[in-house]
């Protein structure tokens, strides 16, 4: 919702004409959030002035939520020197990204000016790209609370209290050794539940959930949804802690996946930007070669329909229902591949569940095949067509579903087991597939339940 920022840019542009000075006290009760949609409404010149006029304190929250080219416009027109200073505010994953994101030679001179400006930030940068951004070491921060077990639960709060302003979350204390090795968890819930002069040892969680530096962030993202955690630590080898991962970056995480499969399940190679940060070019690039190759794997269609030729010329009214069979295949089979690639997201479905999937995909393809087929048989019985047409319109659509849930649901357990993302298998080329068997099925069963009525047109007299 942009409805506050737009409301303020009028307002915003007269104040940097005519007084500047007090534009932080307008903006000072207004959500990051919403500020962040302000700089990117405002010309590049208007967005560095407005950013000029706040502390780097104040301006750090709202970098951080800034596209990566409204952030690179940011750079060019505040100068490395003033963005060094905003960054070292910003919480160590969104410096990590905001360098990693801009043109290397930009990056690596901002790098530079942080490391004169604020060494201990630009070695956690340093540390922190260690690992593939899709990753739980590309996810974690390291603006984490962490404390010796040897405390009582007043010390741990006079402890937050100091340093919990610079912390990502205080809603968890990490218990650790001198060498970083983490041995428990403590809640601030717990903290404050407990009496002040407890033992850190006996209000702690010892049996903590962690994921590795190399977990795939999906996989972090369904332990986080699974215990509702709001944050998991990520530990190295001995149990080192090196750093922690936030709800918040696990929901941009849930917002990205989900659009990536949508993407695909539509034909459509991931794009990372907004619809309208992204170029006219790049939309042709992202989806010109699935477009390609779903044409030519129609060529399939048009292959298998020719060579029942004979059998349409026979009979000319077998071609009306082509239509009809071809999408009820299609939309079965995308049904079908929907429903396993959300199962496969969310964890609810496992590759060694095939028989089970397979069992129950089968079954629903048979039901919805006989009541399609019902309706099918009235509708052909109405326009008066013979018996042998309806019960092949009836037949095939009994088969055409069945075949269209067994395949949309094999598929994609059949990429995820060979290590392919599931959604590339994408409706459009399911649908294709089940064109051709769909086809195949119709014509062989017209030459049965339709032999006398094709032979007498083969063989006249």
């Not at 010796?148 to 218990?175: H, M, Q, S």
């Not at 298998?304 to 026979?314: E, F, K």
């Not at 094999?410 to 086809?439: C, E, K, N, Q």
Request: aromatic share 6%; proline share 4%.
């Amino acid at each position: 919702m942009l409805r506050v920022a737009v409301a303020i840019v009028p307002e915003v542009r007269q104040l940097l004409r005519e007084d500047p000075s007090q534009l932080a006290a307008l903006l000072e009760e207004i959500h990051d959030e919403d500020l962040a949609d302000l700089i990117e409404l405002l010309d590049d010149e208007e967005a560095a002035q407005v950013l000029k006029t706040l502390t780097a304190r104040d301006a750090a929250p709202i970098f951080e939520r800034l596209d990566e080219d409204t952030q690179e416009a940011m750079v060019e027109q505040l100068g490395v020197d003033n963005v060094a200073s905003i960054a070292a505010e910003m919480s160590a994953d969104e410096r990590t990204d905001l360098i990693e994101g801009l043109p290397e030679a930009v990056g690596d001179t901002l790098l530079e000016s942080l490391e004169k400006f604020d060494p201990e930030a630009a070695a956690e940068v340093s540390e922190l790209a260690k690992w593939p951004e899709d990753s739980a070491g590309g996810l974690m921060t390291t603006d984490y609370i962490s404390v010796p077990l040897d405390l009582t639960v007043a010390d741990v709060i006079e402890l937050i209290r100091k340093g919990g302003d610079d912390a990502e979350t205080i809603y968890y204390v990490y218990v650790v050794t001198k060498t970083n090795r983490l041995l428990g968890v403590v809640s601030l819930r717990d903290l404050l539940l407990n009496p002040s002069t407890a033992l850190l040892a006996d209000v702690m969680t010892e049996n903590v959930f962690s994921v590795s530096p190399e977990t795939d962030q999906e996989e972090v993202a369904r332990t986080m949804a699974k215990y509702d955690f709001n944050a998991l630590p990520v530990l190295g080898a001995d149990r080192k802690l090196l750093g922690v991962i936030t709800v918040d970056d696990i929901m941009d995480v849930l917002t990205q996946e989900s659009s990536e499969d949508m993407q695909r399940l539509a034909g459509v190679e991931p794009i990372e930007d907004g619809y309208f940060q992204t170029s006219f070019w790049m939309f042709i690039r992202k989806r010109g070669p699935w477009l390609a190759a779903l044409f030519v794997s129609e060529f399939f269609t048009g292959t298998a329909l020719r060579h029942y030729d004979a059998v349409i010329q026979s009979v000319a009214k077998l071609s009306y229902y082509v239509p009809l069979l071809i999408s009820t295949g299609g939309n079965t089979g995308s049904q079908s591949a929907s429903l396993i690639i959300r199962g496969l997201a969310v964890g609810d479905i496992k590759t060694s569940d095939w028989r089970r999937v397979f069992l129950r995909e089968s079954g629903q393809g048979l039901v919805l095949g006989l009541m399609l087929a019902s309706i099918g048989m009235i509708r052909v019985w109405m326009w008066g067509d013979e018996l042998g047409f309806i019960l092949t319109i009836g037949v095939t659509l009994v088969a055409i579903p069945f075949m269209g849930c067994t395949v949309g649901s094999m598929l994609p357990l059949l990429l995820r087991r060979i290590g392919v993302d599931p959604a590339t298998s994408s409706t459009p080329f399911i649908a294709t597939l089940i064109d051709v068997l769909g086809i195949i099925v119709y014509f062989n069963l017209a030459q049965i339940f339709l032999a006398q009525v094709i032979a007498a047109h083969m063989h006249p007299g």
